[in-house]
């Protein structure tokens, strides 16, 4: 051996040895640390016992007690046990019961044996100490905590005060059926907290109903128009479920780029062999989330619930100008109510589920029908007007369609058979499209307000809707008419809200409301147009810390609806961007309404579950079917989610749009789409008129590629997406069509 060879080799052994001697070391804190992290996960009680070795297996103990039946409808009944808070539903019409919790056995086999015990809590909490330098949020639940509970009876139920003493939290939750439903209340004044302890977010009935792999089913929640998963014998482990904020992020983002969808109805269920629920936030629902777990997250277990936000966090600056997260300092106390209906045999399905929210909407929310029996399909156009091209010195205006191309274009569809006609205008002001604030006046470059009115005249005389869409959310820092400092949305950290330029804001929508008269109404109150397009209003929603006008966000939602109202009160009609719940009671016309979901990758379909809620109560629209590089299979899709057929044109060409804010209109001549466009509302109109008014009540994949809608007098759509003709009982379906099938037929 060579005098390098032994220096390596002292070298190495050297280095070995102190290795050696770390872990040595270490191990007795590696060891400790486990076992902390164990005894802090492990439930208190002893309800899981934890293996001693990987030889032996865990067995979890049930808890002690009986259940006995507190409440009783027609349909169900309610059974409680006094040990640990758990619940029975029973569904009195097949005998089917629902349970708060998981069975040990079964949770052990199909997960780790923590899960195990959490599948057994009645809440999930989430917390926080506020005095903690570095923001950490900390979960638990009732197993873990063993709260000590007090009970008092209700009128068909039973309140529940919890007490977590380590934590010092507390809060009740009051369980009670309703006909067909289970309501789990928790009351906002019930919540308290200690000044180390801040309550952040509470999950009522985490594991209520969940499914094993065995089952046969699936989940639903509301991401975009509705999804689907399906219960799998063999799937992945996943590491994130779906959790979406309800009406769309807390977090206020510039960032379009691929946006999550909104969860724009409260809602979510489950479907167990030939049993279902539907779980819908009644109170409460802007300050919560929608999570549904897969099987293969933390624990082999299907479940889907609601979670009740009570603060939200956010980056406020140290005092050394770094970026720290914190939690907001005061709690949101209203009360809190989630609804669980139920349904069995041939009712278990998503179409029975929408029906039973679309219920609720008409009457307990008060949503009339915007269409009749009888009125035709209306023909949706959207109009670009104008827009702003930037040059180096001044900005360009492009007047795209001016107000007399747009009554031209109005003209000649009527002469063509299309009898009723939807218009939006779009860039009607002189600031032009995607220029805000817009304004508020008529462009002088597209005829100014004589000619909004003669084009208005026009479209009252011809019984034609006509909205003019602006928006009053967004706000850009070139354009001036409000103030960056008192108009705009301010964060919890009293910064306003604005993008890493400071060039995007928005705005507070109270100033918005008081306004509101003044700038927009009063000086359109003359023109004949059927109302204005609210943009934005239906696809977000946010806090607002401004200090002349605070608002929550049911606040801003509330601000929102007042202005809407006044549009109606003026004009007779409103229409909203976006399709958030809040906006349906206010609203004559629904645009942009998705047709996809964000694509999980444990989703299995995209449903029209929103599009079952509202379908024979306000016509909606997707986006513009000319923007799609395949218009046939656009249009279908239109077809089947019962859509009102909708383009947005231009009179002058869309190479004019080069180089502007709105390059997404690549193909919008109205010279080149009319026939297409005519021959595809004539179509719609011919076979799809009669169910126009009707609710629709199923939607179900046939086959691969082959989906059907039925409406409320049995009559089926059946749309057939593949490239070949198929044969569904005794009709045949072409490919890439459509049939439409009387009932008994």
Request: net charge negative; no cysteine.
């Amino acid at each position: 051996m060579n005098t390098s060879t032994a220096k390596r080799s002292i070298y190495y052994g050297a280095v070995g040895m102190i290795i050696a001697a770390l872990v040595f070391l270490a191990l007795p804190s590696l060891r400790s640390a486990v076992e902390r992290a164990n005894q802090e996960l492990k439930p208190r009680g002893d309800v899981v016992q934890a293996a001693a070795d990987e030889s032996t297996t865990t067995e979890a103990q049930e808890p002690t007690g009986s259940f006995e039946k507190i409440a009783e409808t027609d349909r169900l009944e309610l059974l409680f046990r006094s040990s640990d808070s758990a619940i029975k539903v029973k569904d009195k019409s097949n005998g089917y019961v629902w349970d708060s919790a998981v069975q040990h056995k079964q949770a052990v086999e199909d997960g780790n044996e923590l899960w195990a015990a959490s599948s057994q809590s009645i809440f999930h909490l989430t917390y926080t100490d506020p005095n903690r330098p570095a923001f950490e949020q900390l979960e638990t639940n009732s197993v873990i905590e063993q709260p000590v509970i007090k009970t008092k009876p209700l009128e068909n139920g039973i309140s529940v005060h919890y007490e977590l003493k380590q934590l010092q939290i507390s809060f009740d939750m009051e369980f009670t059926l309703k006909d067909n439903a289970l309501e789990v209340k928790v009351p906002g004044k019930s919540v308290q907290e200690s000044k180390n302890n801040w309550v952040m977010k509470i999950a009522p009935l985490p594991f209520f109903g969940a499914a094993s792999d065995q089952d046969q089913g699936y989940a639903v929640y509301p991401d975009g128009p509705g999804a689907l998963s399906t219960f799998k014998a063999h799937h992945s482990s996943y590491l994130d479920p779906y959790r979406a904020s309800v009406y769309g992020p807390d977090t206020i983002s510039f960032n379009n780029f691929k946006r999550q969808e909104n969860a724009m109805l409260p809602i979510f269920g489950l479907k167990v062999n030939n049993n279902a629920f539907l779980g819908m936030i009644t109170e409460g629902e802007y300050d919560a989330n929608i999570l549904y777990s897969p099987s293969g997250y933390l624990i082999n277990l299907n479940r889907v619930t609601s979670e009740l936000v009570y603060r939200r966090d956010y980056e406020a600056v140290k005092k050394d100008g770094n970026l720290a997260r914190k939690p907001e300092k005061d709690m949101l106390r209203e009360d809190r109510t989630v609804r669980y209906v139920f349904f069995s045999d041939k009712e278990a399905d998503y179409g029975h589920m929408a029906s039973a929210y679309r219920d609720f909407l008409v009457n307990e929310q008060g949503i009339a029908p915007r269409i009749k029996k009888g009125d035709p399909i209306p023909f949706g156009l959207d109009l670009l007007m104008g827009i702003k091209k930037g040059q180096i010195l001044f900005d360009h205006f492009i007047p795209t369609t001016t107000f007399d191309q747009a009554k031209e274009i109005m003209a000649d569809l009527k002469k063509r058979g299309v009898s009723d006609i939807s218009a939006n205008l779009l860039g009607w002001t002189g600031r032009g499209y995607l220029a805000y604030p817009s304004g508020y006046k008529p462009a002088s470059k597209l005829g100014g307000t004589d000619g909004l009115k003669k084009l208005s005249d026009y479209t009252k005389e011809q019984n034609v809707q006509l909205f003019l869409q602006d928006d009053y959310v967004d706000a850009w820092s070139e354009f001036d008419g409000f103030s960056k400092r008192s108009d705009v949305v301010v964060g919890a950290n009293h910064f306003a809200v604005t993008d890493r330029y400071s060039y995007e804001f928005f705005l507070n929508a109270g100033k918005q409301n008081a306004a509101f008269e003044d700038k927009v109404i009063d000086p359109l109150r003359k023109l004949g147009i059927s109302g204005i397009n609210f943009d934005a209003v239906g696809y977000i929603d946010y806090f607002d810390y401004n200090k002349d006008y605070p608002l929550t966000r049911e606040g801003t939602a509330k601000q929102w609806g007042e202005m809407m109202d006044k549009s109606v009160k003026q004009f007779g009609d409103a229409a909203s961007i976006g399709g958030n719940g809040y906006t349906l009671k206010h609203s004559s016309r629904l645009f942009g309404i998705p047709m996809d979901d964000s694509g999980y990758f444990f989703t299995d379909e995209t449903i029209p579950f929103y599009q079952m809620v509202v379908h024979g109560l306000i016509p909606y629209s997707g986006d513009a079917q000319n923007l799609f590089y395949d218009p046939q299979m656009q249009y279908l899709k239109m077809v089947e989610y019962g859509y009102m057929p909708y383009y947005q044109f231009t009179k002058n060409y869309a190479e004019d749009l080069k180089d502007t804010y709105y390059s997404d209109l690549f193909s919008s001549d109205y010279g080149n789409w009319v026939n297409q466009s005519i021959t595809q509302y004539k179509e719609m109109s011919e076979k799809l008129q009669p169910v126009w008014s009707q609710a629709m009540t199923e939607h179900r994949k046939l086959q691969e590629d082959v989906y059907e809608t039925e409406y409320e007098d049995g009559t089926r759509v059946i749309v057939n997406y593949s490239p070949r003709s198929v044969q569904i009982g005794d009709s045949v379906v072409p490919d890439k069509n459509f049939i439409v099938v009387k009932k008994g037929g």
